[in-house]
């Protein structure tokens, strides 16, 4: 279709790049100027004068009805660096890791939002907790080293593990890739890990968004972020307030950094390069920071509703003093005896490979514990077999009265 807008506009901008009036382009075309300004105000020429007018304005015909030089630049998003009917096809192969039986997921993939069935007839009074969560520095090392699938694990269990301990169910997911260039390959294998670590923790990736963002982040780079919505009953809510004195804290042992510390890390390996190579318990530098982000909502679950469970905590950034502070009650002091921490070899290997102070390494890493929970003294011995059925599970310290609220005692025996 012809644009008559942009056709008489094309012919005005030639005349004047001429430097010629319209009686001028007239007087050429045996003509009235009045047409040649009629043909300027969105009036076509008639078929038999345009070859003539295209001589006298430097043009073809083709140009005239096309509105443009033929040799003129176009714009188009593809050019500006997102390819729609591309991403539409990365879409596409998304679908099928967000399959799912669950019936409560009443919508896929391709629907402006995500709508989930949150009817819980077993759950009185039913909370919402919600979470953002991203793997921070860590990314950066899973693209450089070829763990993309397996940064998602980390995303996905640090974000579970953090609504787990306040007793909460997971129940839904949502992601958020942004990236300079989408490259199929590694949407996929993200969409993938995404889903899978879900399943895993026992909820479902519903949706999500792919930014492209071609002037905001570089090709090659990689953002990831994901959110996620769990269920608890407000009277099953863990959140220290039942904590008292004479409680019994309890250590849930991690698998390495899981998902902090990694800019001093990085640091490390950029003074000493050296390092990646060395063999730790017969696995390379690399190969033991790279381990994903321990998953404890499956050790855990059957806890939510024992009522000898006064609080828990997931030992994030900030370390055991950092995140413990934020179950005690005012008044209560919980005491820490590092000397009984079971420190992993990777994080005794970073202290003497850096010379890293103790307070450091406690404020910056885990250290080896990844999760505390804190417990009535009578049930301490039954919670702790009962976790020890998944991972390693030991006593290391008790609830006093104090105003410290959490109180390192001893030192690491690293």
């Known amino acids: 279709m012809l644009d008559n807008k942009r056709i008489s506009k094309f012919i005005q901008n030639k005349r004047k790049e001429l430097g010629m009036t319209q009686g001028e382009v007239a007087e050429k075309l045996k ?3 009045q047409a040649v300004s009629k043909w300027e105000n969105g009036t076509l020429p008639n078929v038999e004068v345009l070859v003539a007018l295209a001589n006298v304005l430097n043009t073809t015909v083709d140009e005239i009805l096309a509105g443009r030089d033929k040799n003129a630049e176009t714009f188009s998003y593809s050019k500006a660096g997102v ?25 896929s993939i391709g629907a402006f939002a995500s709508l989930y069935d949150i009817e819980f007839l077993n759950i009185k009074n039913p909370i919402l907790v919600l979470k953002s969560e991203e793997p921070g520095s860590k990314q950066k090392l899973a693209m450089e080293y070829g763990y993309s699938e397996s940064i998602c ?12 301990v306040m007793g909460a169910k997971p129940l839904a997911v949502l992601d958020t890739i942004v ?8 949407i996929k294998s993200f969409v993938k890990g995404i889903s899978e670590a879900c399943r895993e923790n026992e909820c479902n990736l519903v949706g999500g968004e792919t930014s492209i963002q071609p002037d905001v982040v570089s090709s090659g780079l990689y ?3 994901s959110s996620i919505a769990g269920i608890v009953s407000r009277n099953s809510i863990i959140d220290g307030s039942n904590i008292h004195k004479g409680d019994v804290i309890l250590a849930i042992a991690s698998n390495g950094l899981h998902t902090n510390g990694y800019t001093l890390v990085r640091l490390l390996m950029e003074k000493m390069p050296q390092i990646k190579l060395d063999k730790i318990n017969g696995e390379t530098f690399i190969e033991q920071i790279m381990k994903p982000h321990t998953p404890y909502y499956k050790s855990i679950k059957s806890l939510f509703s024992d009522r000898g ?6 030992i994030t950034g900030g370390g055991i003093e950092g995140n413990l502070c934020r179950i005690i009650p005012n008044g209560l002091c919980a005491e820490i005896h590092l000397d009984q921490v079971k420190p992993l070899p990777i994080f005794s290997y970073i202290k003497a490979v850096g010379n890293i102070e103790e307070a450091e390494m406690l404020s910056t890493f885990n250290c080896g514990v990844g999760m505390i929970v804190v417990v009535e003294k009578q049930h301490a011995k039954r919670v702790q077999e009962l976790i020890k059925k998944y991972h390693d599970c030991y006593e290391i310290g008790k609830i006093e009265t104090g105003s410290n609220k959490v109180s390192l005692k001893n030192h690491m025996i690293w």
Request: charged share 25%; proline share 0%.
């Open 153 to 164: 694990h980390d995303m996905i269990n640090h974000l579970v593990n953090d609504i787990a």
């Open 309 to 314: 469970i006064h609080g828990m905590a997931h």
């Open 83 to 107: 390819d729609i009917s591309y991403t539409d096809s990365i879409k596409r192969e998304m679908a099928e890791y967000l399959k799912t039986d669950n019936k409560r997921v009443l919508n």
């Open 31 to 33: 003509t009235s100027f």
């Open 223 to 225: 953002i990831l972020t």
């Open 179 to 186: 990236c300079g260039k989408a490259e199929k390959a590694t």
